[in-house]
């Protein structure tokens, strides 16, 4: 079956430029994560949706970043103004159930560059 | 919040060798431990995980330990094959927040 899909695969800003990154998760997974990874490090936990509900975006670096999922399932991570600093691979994962303590299958990733 | 610390950040082993990764993590309120691995290019993939009530669990070539005492885990991998070779992250979840280690790059040689 289809896994977790993003778009755009790779993106290039300019420093300064609003970007909007998608994710389309399995179908019907209730659960759906944000997740930022640098180069060299782990993922880092951005935020969280049960259903169309933010649940916890404590993970979000600055409030330049914002998530949404309005209908419950694709889900967009919108960051304004970027810096270099937010250059780095964001996941999106999605899980069946309504707790992290399952699987959570990835998506393969937007690769943000910013110059 | 909880910290996962990760060893080795790097590992080379002979192809048929054993590769060993160790984890250690803060948070007593942790319980589940899952291990991703994760190839040039794509998402993390699940490829084990341990829930704080069972000690060790193995499937195949592949088994985690978990000491909560210590609050160590560790992923163990017999009989190493060349498509083994990837970055292998461990991760401790409460809930929705799922923390994880740095990685370690696993090479087999073959």
């Known amino acids: 079956g289809a896994g977790v899909s993003q778009s755009p695969r790779y993106k290039v800003a300019k420093r300064g430029q609003d970007v909007a990154l998608r994710c389309d998760p399995i179908s019907g997974h209730v659960s759906l994560f944000w997740y930022q990874q640098a180069l060299g490090q782990g993922p880092e936990f951005l935020t969280y949706?049960?259903?169309?509900?933010?649940?916890?975006k404590s993970g979000l670096p600055s409030d330049r970043f914002f998530a949404e999922r309005p209908e419950g399932s694709v889900s967009t991570l919108k960051i304004q103004r970027t810096q270099q600093e937010d250059s780095a691979v964001y996941l999106c994962?999605?899980?069946?159930?309504?707790?992290?303590?399952?699987?959570?299958?990835f998506g393969p990733g937007t690769r943000l560059t910013v110059l | 919040g909880e910290n996962v610390e990760q060893h080795p950040s790097t590992l080379s082993v002979q192809e048929g060798d054993s590769a060993v990764i160790k984890c250690t993590y803060s948070?007593?309120?942790?319980?589940?431990f899952p291990w991703y691995k994760q190839e040039l290019g794509k998402g993390p993939q699940l490829i084990i995980d341990i829930r704080s009530n069972v000690g060790e669990k193995k499937d195949q070539r592949i088994a985690v330990t978990l000491n909560k005492t210590a609050k160590h885990f560790s992923l163990h991998i017999t009989e190493t094959q060349p498509e083994d070779s990837a970055v292998y992250f461990c991760?401790?979840?409460?809930?929705?927040?799922?923390?994880f280690g740095i990685g370690t790059k696993l090479q087999v040689i073959p």
């Open positions: 991760a401790a979840a409460f809930y929705q927040k799922v923390t």
């Open positions: 994962a999605s899980s069946p159930v309504d707790f992290s303590t399952d699987t959570q299958y």
């Open positions: 949706f049960q259903n169309e509900a933010q649940l916890d």
């Open positions: 948070d007593s309120a942790s319980n589940y």
